[in-house]
């Protein structure tokens, strides 16, 4: 899927679709098929079936196509719908497989879910198609209001003043206003897909895959991550306006339906980290997936391998490449079979759970981060963590690690975000450097092997029964710390206590050297008068003259 040199400043970085600037006066082109499941409710169908009968976009250029999941009676077609409008039907219950069953039969360049409760304003899919002529690795979300008014029998021609009052999507619209309208570098913007009036690229679909119909809730936004690593960009439209006919499930039953939700989805999203919070347990998709070479000899590989598997990501899966279904084992003389490592490689690895041996590079594409690594370069226990932090932290693409330079050459080592690397080769030109356009569309970055931890000497493995004895002495001395400190500030409490009577006595002693001063000054006036008194008492006395 490839939409040829892109013209400068057109390249979306992370979510920032403004750059695409969509044209209001834009000449149709592509096809889209509205892929709508129904279950019963005839008469809320003939009403999103009239809605799109009035659609501005051309009719040529839609097709409808309604899943009938099993309803009884079963569903019919109404007199006023779309020109191109047939019925098929999905015995098998489940939002899910009726949704696959339509997406089937579409054929449109652009598939726009719509559920069969949901009412288009006149210009929404035009609004959503728009986009989608803007740029081919799009999915595109209206905005849903949800009313209490009594579905009429017929299609007012003012949607507005028979459904309103109603309340927006809310959880949606706060999720678009705190996010810029998602262009201000969002963590998943995937939760944006939603089924009720979504529209999606169709190669973006195959190659994402259908919706997983194991999942009993949560399929809309477990199928917006996967389009979110096969490169697509989220768009909000507020043109794309709808009426929803009544509340959805979930906002009669939130916390019921998020309790069965996330029972599935933690295994199939990575990017919710806070389902997964078990230290040590394997999920269906990994947070990380490494590939390693397995030809490279059996020590090196190890060392690699092992690290890996020890480190504080536990998220965390390897991928060994090798020739491993060639392998046939020297029974006789084993020391000199020549593909010993290999054999040593294999025999080692083949039943740890959270390493894979396979001859080709067939990482699942729902895995978010992909490090590829040579064999013999040990990262830290917390190298992986730390480079993903970086990458998270950043929005980086990729994340080089310089792990070697000589006039040979680099040796370096490579942490790829899948979703970036699959939205370069979307929009890279024929010719053009992959890496470039992850710089483009996402970042690029190098660092040291020795900042982040790399070696090449392989040092003994913290186990798990080590590392808890680690957090009991670290826990105890830090108890130890924390009861030394409570003494030291007793300590100071009753020195701030003596000090404080060292204080009011210096008070006090200040008051009776002030008195004692004053009295003493008393005294040195009254000394100083007796002695003028007596001075001159004894002048008087010297010039009165003597009798004879």
């Known amino acids: 899927m490839r939409t040829g040199r892109h013209p400068a400043g057109s390249v979306v970085r992370g979510n920032d679709y403004r750059v695409l600037e969509p044209q209001a006066g834009f000449t149709p082109e592509l096809k889209v098929s509205v892929v709508i499941p129904a279950y019963g409710g005839q008469d809320k169908l003939d009403l999103v079936l009239a809605g799109l009968a009035r659609q501005t976009y051309p009719s040529g250029l839609t097709e409808v196509i309604v899943v009938d999941n099993g309803s009884s009676p079963p569903l019919r077609l109404p007199d006023l719908r779309p020109e191109d409008t047939r019925l098929i039907v999905c015995p098998q219950p489940g939002r899910a497989n009726a949704r696959n069953a339509g997406l089937a039969e579409a054929t449109g360049e652009v598939i726009h879910w719509l559920d069969s409760d949901v009412v288009l304003t006149p210009g929404a899919v035009e609004a959503h198609m728009r986009w989608h002529h803007a740029a081919p690795y799009l ?98 439209e507020p043109a794309a306006r709808a009426y929803h006919l009544g509340p959805t499930m979930r906002m009669r039953d939130k916390a019921p339906i998020d309790r069965v939700s996330h029972a599935f989805v933690a295994d199939r999203i990575p990017a919710y980290r806070w389902l997964r919070g078990h230290p040590g347990r394997r999920w269906k998709v990994p947070y990380v997936t490494a590939v390693v070479d397995g030809t490279a000899g059996y020590d090196e590989v190890r060392a690699t391998v092992d690290a890996l598997l020890a480190g504080t990501v536990p998220d965390v899966s390897v991928l060994i490449l090798g020739p491993w279904d060639t392998l046939t084992r020297d029974r006789r003389a084993p020391l000199k079979d020549p593909d010993l490592d290999l054999v040593l490689v294999q025999g080692h690895y083949q039943h740890e759970s959270r390493v894979r041996l396979s001859a080709q590079e067939d990482v699942d594409p729902a895995v978010p981060y992909l490090l590829r690594l040579p064999a013999g370069w040990i990262p830290g226990e917390d190298t992986l963590a730390r480079l993903l932090d970086l990458a998270r932290d950043e929005g980086l693409g990729l994340v080089n690690v310089l792990l070697h330079e000589s006039s040979q050459g680099v040796v370096a080592a490579r942490l790829e975000r899948v979703s970036a690397l699959a939205r370069a080769r979307i929009v890279a030109a024929p010719g053009e450097d992959v890496d470039d356009v992850v710089d483009a569309v996402s970042g690029v970055s190098w660092v040291e092997a020795e900042t982040y931890g790399f070696t ?10 080590g590392a808890y004895r680690a957090r009991m002495e670290a826990q105890a001395e830090a108890a130890r710390l924390a009861k030394e400190a409570e003494r030291l500030r007793e300590q100071v409490a009753k020195w701030k206590e003596e000090a404080g009577r060292w204080r009011k006595s210096a008070v006090e002693y200040r008051r009776e050297i002030g008195t004692l001063r004053r009295q003493l000054s008393a005294a040195n006036r009254a000394q100083q008068s007796l002695r003028a008194v007596l001075s001159s008492t004894m002048k008087r006395a010297l010039r009165k003259p003597l009798r004879g």
């Open 139 to 236: 999915v595109v979300t209206g905005y849903i209001r949800f009313t209490d008014a009594e579905p009429p029998g017929e299609l007012p021609d003012d949607l507005e003043a028979h459904f309103e009052p109603a309340e927006p999507h809310a959880w949606i619209v706060d999720l678009v206003e705190r996010t810029d309208g998602l262009t201000d570098n969002p963590q998943r913007p995937f939760s944006l897909h939603v089924g009720g009036a979504t529209s999606v690229n169709a190669r973006l679909i195959e190659a994402a895959g259908p919706m997983d119909d194991e999942l009993i809730l949560g399929q809309d936004t477990e199928m917006g991550y996967r389009l979110a690593q096969a490169g697509a960009v989220f768009v909000p």
């Open 456 to 465: 090449t000497e392989a040092a003994p493995l913290l186990g798990r029964r």
